[in-house]
């Protein structure tokens, strides 16, 4: 009877649509330089040995280590049965306040690491896009340069105007632009 209520529970508090998928995590430390870079260090390690007790296997896929000490960003993900529903609730900023070992003077300081949690998505997702709902600008180099500066478009932005999202990139070359432009015609 006692099992029964307990699978119940669980099926009420992991039964969200994506619950049961893999799940991808990032850590941003926040203001702080490498006291926060620490703390995202810090919350790295033990999100990794909550996976490995938890029997989920993790993979590191992005790391950015920081200059001093710890890290700058990284992206991980966790493979295992309900990692998407146990870590979702772990979404939002984390904070330390410590005595810094990073500070002669021996001052308490408080750091800030983001975290956030996402699913893992099938990949036979067919997704349309209207072109009439995108705005694409390109961008031009400026200021002192070489015979093609101000000449050569040389960055892009698409927006998705019904969502606001969007996207941008440095072009390597001009024939990347007219390609672009040639498909998108």
């Not at 440095?170 to 672009?180: E, G, I, R």
Request: with cysteine; proline share 3%; charged share 25%.
């Amino acid at each position: 009877m006692l099992k029964t209520l307990d699978a119940l529970e669980f099926k009420q508090m992991l039964g969200g649509e994506y619950d049961r998928s893999n799940a991808y995590f990032e850590l941003h430390p926040g203001a702080g330089g490498t006291e926060s870079q620490d703390w995202a260090d810090m919350l790295l390690r033990m999100y990794l040995r909550w996976a490995e007790q938890h029997g989920f296997q993790t993979e590191v896929i992005d790391y950015q280590p920081g200059e001093e000490a710890g890290l700058k960003r990284v992206l991980v993900r966790v493979i295992g049965s309900y990692a998407y529903g146990y870590l979702k609730a772990e979404k939002g900023v984390h904070r330390l306040v410590r005595i810094s070992p990073f500070d002669s003077n021996k001052r308490r300081h408080t750091s800030f690491t983001s975290f956030f949690c996402f699913p893992e998505m099938e990949d036979d997702v067919e997704i349309e896009i209207n072109e009439d709902d995108l705005k694409v600008d390109t961008f031009r180099s400026s200021g002192a340069g070489g015979q093609h500066v101000n000449k050569t478009d040389s960055a892009i932005r698409i927006t998705h105007l019904p969502t606001g999202l969007s996207c941008s990139a440095k072009l390597n070359a001009l024939s990347t632009l007219t390609q672009f432009r040639h498909e998108s015609a």
